[in-house]
């Protein structure tokens, strides 16, 4: 079975740092595209960033850009996000999602709430 | 690229149909010759969950009352006969260029 398993959500105050971690597991991760798509309370889905297969090539929302940074570990089967400078309206849950091809996302980690204040 | 899911909110009665319309701001017939929009069900308190694919590929596991449809700026998701696990909401997303959730259908009965 496919799964993402999430952690390192947490409270944090402005301007604050939290780094949270994805371990893939049931597929072949080294190959697959990631991402993060975050969701604020009550709100909708936004995407936040993705990763190429290597690690050299990433995308990211303007309001996080400079501020956050993804990653991958492929030898642990494991994404990461690191968030910096983090502000309230980063406030949301965070998930980790497998991106077969153009966002078709086919496999979501359970999320973890971050909350800025 | 601009998603307008229509309506927002929608309730329906048990057995009875469902359609929810995503309209995007420009043709997302991309040049590969693909539609990159794809539907997602999230259910309170749970992540989401693709249900298609590239407009009407139904995922494995889907139950076959769920489908998409559309081309160029129009699509539409579908539900046959709806139950009581349809609860929730309903994204569209477009996959290319810069990923673009559309705002959400919240169904409930």
């Known amino acids: 079975e496919m799964q993402l398993v999430q952690s390192g959500g947490g409270l944090v105050q402005s301007g604050g740092s939290l780094r949270l971690s994805c371990v893939a597991s049931?597929?072949?991760?080294?190959?697959?595209?990631m991402a993060w798509v975050r969701q604020a309370p009550g709100k909708g889905l936004e995407f936040v960033t993705n990763?190429?297969?290597?690690?050299?090539?990433?995308g990211y929302l303007d309001s996080v850009k400079g501020r956050f940074t993804i990653s991958r570990d492929n030898a642990k089967n494991s994404l990461y996000l690191q968030m910096n400078d983090l502000r309230d309206e980063d406030t949301a849950v965070y998930y980790c999602?497998?991106?077969?091809?153009?966002?078709?996302?086919?496999?979501w980690g359970q999320g973890v709430m971050v909350t800025v204040s | 690229v601009v998603l307008t899911q229509l309506p927002l909110s929608l309730s329906v009665t048990l057995g009875q149909p469902a359609s929810i319309s995503c309209r995007s701001s420009?043709?997302?017939?991309?040049?590969?010759?693909?539609?990159?929009l794809h539907w997602f069900q999230q259910r309170p308190g749970q992540s989401p969950r693709r249900l298609i694919y590239?407009?009407?590929n139904r995922d494995s596991g889907v139950p076959d009352r769920f489908s998409g449809s559309g081309s160029g700026t129009d699509f539409t998701l579908k539900i046959s006969s709806v139950e009581a696990e349809d609860v929730g909401i309903y994204y569209c997303?477009?996959?290319?260029?810069?990923?673009?959730f559309g705002q959400g259908t919240t169904v409930d009965i």
């Open positions: 999602a497998r991106d077969p091809a153009y966002a078709a996302f086919d496999v």
């Open positions: 049931g597929f072949t991760f080294s190959s697959s595209w």
């Open positions: 990763i190429n297969v290597d690690d050299s090539h990433a």
């Open positions: 420009q043709s997302l017939l991309h040049s590969d010759g693909n539609t990159h």
């Open positions: 590239r407009v009407s």
């Open positions: 997303l477009h996959g290319a260029n810069w990923p673009t």
